[in-house]
């Protein structure tokens, strides 16, 4: 079976009003779609453990599709946010595995790092680079960004949403 959208989208809509089979094609085609999302993002061999984390999210959160609304970029939503969750673990444990004593001993990387970081923040107007900045680089919350900047919380948001698109559709052009 393909997994189109109209297919799934009838699929999901029969699964919901408790048609067994339907849920099962619906899972298998699901899994095959998600093998291809993941197969350019992940590591093989973290590819079974993120698509059966997605196969649960989607499992969870079935009653919350709106038929009326598409099926594929309700489940691509989904995939992304699982997604983004695995790259912070991933981000975390590497975190915790450097020690101390390594970690200062080549600095060039970082400090390239830094200079390719600052000259993408010249592009964006500076209450969005300081938001990114200030979340996404020294880890501080959306509300301590907001008291350090001045901004309000939804602001912060905002900024860093509009940001983040700005430069990764420069990268993307570049």
């Known amino acids: 079976m393909r997994a189109d959208e109209v297919t799934l989208a009838r699929l999901m809509a029969m699964s919901q009003q408790g048609d067994r089979q339907a849920y099962a094609s619906l899972l298998e085609a699901c899994q095959r779609w998600l093998r291809g999302y993941y197969a350019r993002r992940v590591a093989p061999v973290q590819l079974d453990d993120l698509v059966q984390e997605t196969m649960i999210a989607l499992h969870t959160k079935r009653a919350s599709w709106d038929s009326s609304r598409p099926f594929l970029p309700w489940l691509a939503a989904i995939a992304r946010y699982r997604w983004v969750d695995h790259l912070r673990k991933l981000y975390r444990a590497g975190e915790c595995e450097?020690?101390?004593?390594?970690?200062?001993?080549?600095?060039?990387?970082?400090?390239?790092?830094?200079?390719?970081?600052?000259?993408?923040?010249?592009?964006?107007?500076?209450?969005?680079?300081?938001?990114?900045?200030?979340?996404?680089?020294?880890?501080?919350?959306?509300?301590?960004?907001?008291?350090?900047?001045?901004?309000?919380?939804?602001?912060?948001?905002?900024?860093?949403?509009?940001?983040?698109?700005?430069?990764?559709?420069m990268i993307e052009k570049a």
């Not at 959306?142 to 309000?152: F, H, K, M, R, V």
Request: net charge negative.
């Open 98 to 169: 450097l020690e101390p004593d390594l970690a200062g001993h080549d600095e060039e990387p970082a400090i390239a790092a830094r200079i390719t970081l600052e000259r993408l923040f010249c592009v964006l107007p500076e209450p969005q680079a300081r938001a990114i900045a200030l979340v996404k680089i020294d880890g501080l919350s959306i509300a301590e960004a907001s008291e350090a900047t001045g901004q309000s919380e939804s602001l912060v948001k905002v900024n860093i949403h509009r940001g983040l698109k700005k430069l990764a559709h």
